[in-house]
């Protein structure tokens, strides 16, 4: 069983940065792919950025690319998305799941996932 609580949402204006943590419980969370998805209002849930359990590999959505930074530190058991350049589109709840363990192949699908934090909300203002 993983549990998890994400945090470092807020309100930011667009070209500002954010970072967002994903803390675990559980001892076992270190061979857990994480991924990070967001939901705006009226949209679909949607993936943002993923990160393999042994952190030697990420993924990001093309809309996130080259501005959101995916990381994982396994000794906190701690997932970290660093958002830069931040745009009023980045507006959304998100969200960090977990899914595993051991999986050598990183879903970008939520229906992957086992594990759900209650999310955290993102605001940009433009």
């Known amino acids: 069983q993983v549990q998890l609580v994400e945090s470092g949402g807020g309100l930011v204006q667009a070209g500002g940065s954010l970072r967002l943590s994903c803390a675990a419980s559980?001892?076992?969370?270190?061979?857990?792919?994480v991924g990070w998805f967001r939901q705006a209002p009226g949209k679909e849930r949607e993936f943002v950025a993923a990160?393999?359990?042994?952190?030697?590999?990420?993924y990001y959505a093309d809309s996130v690319k080259g501005r959101f930074t995916i990381s994982r530190d396994n000794a906190k058991n701690t997932v970290y998305l660093q958002m830069n350049s931040l745009k009023f589109e980045d507006t959304a709840v998100y969200y960090c799941?977990?899914?595993?363990?051991?999986?050598?192949?990183?879903?970008?699908?939520?229906?992957?996932?086992?594990?759900w934090g209650q999310g955290t909300q993102v605001t940009v203002s433009s």
């Open positions: 990160i393999r359990w042994s952190g030697g590999s990420t």
């Open positions: 559980g001892r076992t969370f270190s061979i857990y792919n």
């Open positions: 799941a977990a899914e595993g363990p051991l999986r050598m192949v990183v879903s970008l699908r939520s229906v992957s996932y086992d594990y």
